[in-house]
Structures are given as C-alpha cells and as structure tokens.
C-alpha cells in the first residue's frame, strides 16, 4: 500500500506571490501568497459573522446590533450579563479550541506526509479521554482534574507514540501506522474504564466524551489563550523548516535544516494544541482531521498551510455549534456529535478521492 503524501496536490496554476519589504535597516522582507492571504481574511470574517450571531442564538435571543454594541460596553445590565459572562466565553473557547485542532492537525499531516495523519487517526484525543477517564472512573475528579489529567493523558500518549515510531528517525508512514495501533489499544483501555464505572460516573464520562461546548466559561478561556499566545509564535518561526521537511529527510539536512529537531519541537506543540483543546471541550473530533484539507483546497497552495489552517479550524467549529444549537429544532446536540457526523463523510470522501487516484 502506498502511502498518501500530504503535499502531493494536482499542478497548479503560476502563483501570485509578493514580496513585502520593510525600511529601516532591519531589512525583513516577507513573502506573501495573495490568494492565501484572501482565504486567512475570508475564515477571519466569517468567524467573526459566525461568532456574533452564535453569541445572540439562544433562549433570550439578542439582535447582531445589539450583540456587538454590548460587546463594545453599551448594552443593557442584562444583554452585558448575557453576553460578557455567559456566552461570549463559550464562544472563544470554541474559537480557540478549533484553531487549536486545526493547527495541530496540519502540523501532523505535514510531519507524516500523510492526509490521515491527523490527532483523531493517531490517537491523541483518544489518549486524552483515557487520562480524563482516570480523574471521573477512579478519583471522581472535579471539572479542573479532569481537564488536567486529559492534558496528561494526550501528552503521554504523544510520547509513546514518538518513542515507539523512533528508528534513526520518525518517518511518516510508521508513525501513522504506530498511531492507529496505540489509537486502538487506549480506546479498548478507555472501554474497560467505562465498565468499571458507577452509572453517575459513567454517564458524567459520556456526556465528556462526546466533546461539547456547554458550560464553558473564562476558566476555559485563559488557559487556552496563553497556550496559543506561546506555541503559535514558535511554531510559525518554524514554518519554513517544516515546509523544507516535506521535501524529505535529506533535502532538508542539504538546505540546513536540523531535521529530529524541528520534528521534535512541532510534534511536541501539535501534542500540546491537540491535548490542551481536548482539556478544554472533549474529544470534538474530525476538526483537526478536516480543517487543513479544507484550507489546502481554498488556497490551493502546496505545503503546511498553518495559518489558514487555524483559521478553518476555528470556523468549523463556531458554525458547527451554531448548527448543534438551531439546526435540529428543540434538541440541541453536542457540538462534537455535529463535527462527527460532518468529519466521518468528509473522510469517506477523501479515502474515495485518495483510492481513484491511486495513492492508497
């Protein structure tokens, strides 16, 4: 079986593509794909839309006017009340839960080469429902333990999976293949947990396990955001030494790249993403799978893609819980059971694609 390259893309038409110089004797000079930067400012704007009519959806509904005049600290006692403490944090914990998801899955698409190599194929979420498993089924742990040891529980099982695809190396293909089999192993420890849970316990872990967006407040929030303020910025300094990487091993060795450690340091910061927005709102899964591919498709641009990655990741998501909310009538659904349904088409699709074209 061959395995699926991630960068490997039809033949484009030439790009526009500028250079952005700055004065001064600092000389920086940025290179900038105008068809990307659309598709980053489009996702912006669309998220933002998408943001302010979820933040007004509800059972005291709010006009958009309204909403973003409360927001700008002109609302009334009740619409501030309304929309500062109750749903604006739920939807920056979605904004930065989807960002999160979508630049840890194309960090790992990008590192494998592989479309399929995103955190719901490799495991990570279903590590991270292992160590929340753990804190509910065995210490009846409170929402912070929880989110804490989901953090542990993804982090651990990153390292495994490193430790385990390491031969002079990790190389894409084995560590997918690495990754669906410690994917396995943990969902059938995450069954036993289950069943040696009391009926409260388990049902508290289901409704967790689901991955939802309800309930969320600014503890959710801080976390998230000092997260991404850290790991954002060192992962797109090393953007052009996983561009370079894409090209294999030798290559990037050739252009000056040190490989293990570029591939260390994202890997750790994809772990840390994927884990951390796990943390946050469960296992909402197939966001990380289906945010990258999507961006790749509108910029149709080769390479990692972060940025607009980011960007798709944190749309998907708000409208995906504006849809769990609005689109099934009275039953509002958990947001993870939306992106389920959506993320499981979309890969019948993509495995389809993938097989007519003869990469798998």
């Not at 484009?12 to 004797?25: D, E, H, K, Q, Y």
């Not at 929340?132 to 390292?159: F, N, Q, R």
């Not at 695809?165 to 943990?186: C, P």
């Not at 052009?240 to 090209?247: A, F, N, Q, V, W």
């Amino acid at each position: 079986m061959r395995t699926a390259h991630a960068s490997r893309v039809p033949a484009l038409p030439a790009r526009r593509i500028r250079s952005v110089r700055t004065g001064g004797g600092l000389g920086w000079s940025v290179r900038l794909d105008i068809r990307a930067f659309g598709v980053v400012v489009l996702l912006l704007v669309a998220a933002g839309v998408a943001s302010v009519v979820l933040i007004g959806t509800g059972d005291f509904p709010i006009p958009a006017g309204d909403v973003l005049k409360t927001l700008a600290g002109d609302g009334s006692a009740s619409q501030e009340f309304i929309v500062n403490d109750l749903r604006l944090p739920r939807v920056l914990v979605g904004l930065l839960v989807g960002a999160s998801l979508g630049l840890g899955g194309a960090l790992f698409q990008s590192i494998s080469r592989n479309p399929l190599g995103s955190p719901d194929v490799l495991g990570l979420g279903q590590g991270s429902t292992a160590g929340a498993l753990i804190m509910i089924v065995l210490y009846s742990g409170s929402a912070t333990e929880v989110a804490i040891g989901a953090l542990v529980g993804g982090l651990v099982t990153g390292l495994a999976i490193y430790l385990l695809a390491w031969k002079r190396g990790v190389h894409g293909y084995r560590l997918v293949l690495v990754g669906i089999g410690v994917s396995a192993i943990v969902t059938a420890v995450n069954g036993y947990l289950l069943t040696k849970a009391d009926i409260v316990d388990a049902a508290r872990a289901v409704v967790w396990m689901t991955g939802s967006l309800n309930g969320r407040d600014w503890a959710q929030v801080w976390p998230l955001l000092i997260m991404c303020a850290v790991l954002v910025p060192v992962v797109l300094g090393n953007a052009r030494g996983l561009r370079m990487m894409e090209m294999g091993d030798d290559v990037s060795y050739a252009l000056g790249v040190s490989v293990e450690r570029t591939r260390l340091l994202l890997m750790a910061a994809a772990v840390l993403l994927t884990a951390g927005a796990t943390a946050a709102a469960g296992p909402v899964g197939f966001v990380a799978l289906t945010a990258p591919q999507l961006a790749r498709r509108l910029t149709r641009s080769p390479g990692p893609n972060l940025v607009p990655s980011m960007c798709m990741g944190a749309t998907l998501l708000i409208v995906a819980d504006w849809a769990s909310q609005r689109a099934f009538g009275a039953d509002q659904l958990p947001v993870g059971v939306v992106t389920g349904v959506l993320g499981g088409v979309y890969l019948l699709w993509l495995l389809v694609t993938e097989r007519k074209a003869g990469r798998i």
